[in-house]
């Protein structure tokens, strides 16, 4: 049995249960990321945030590592994509020739 002030170790520091804040080299990453996909303006940055995390943003501090490494992930897939046309017909849009294509 505890006493009321010992330490309780089911009970999480509050330092460790608040999310910590992206890193600069997150911070880093994403702005190379925007600047790949031609995103220059805050709005359009910030609306993307919000589109791909579900985080809507008052400022770049508000992004927690968490989020930010969901963002770069996302805004990898859509540099990847970036220039790509997207008909809708998987066959058109597929990224490899097939055996058919090779004949």
């Keep these: 049995m ?5 330490d309780d170790p089911d009970i ?3 330092d460790e249960a608040r999310p910590r ?3 600069e080299s997150q911070r880093s990453q994403i702005r190379d990321a925007f600047g790949a996909l ?7 940055q910030f609306a993307l945030v919000e589109e791909l995390t579900g985080v809507r943003l008052n400022r770049v501090t508000d992004l ?6 969901t963002l770069m992930y996302a805004l990898k897939g859509r540099a990847q994509n ?3 046309s997207n ?4 066959w058109a849009d ?10």
Excluded: K, V
Aim: glycine content about 8%; charged content about 35%.
């Design 82 to 84: 970036a220039g790509r």
């Design 64 to 69: 927690t590592e968490n989020a930010a490494r």
């Design 94 to 103: 597929r990224e490899e020739d097939t055996w058919i294509d090779r004949l």
């Design 21 to 23: 804040p992206m890193l």
């Design 87 to 90: 008909t809708g017909d998987s």
């Design 38 to 44: 031609g995103l220059t303006t805050a709005r359009e």
């Design 2 to 6: 505890h006493s009321l002030f010992d």
């Design 12 to 14: 999480p520091d509050p």
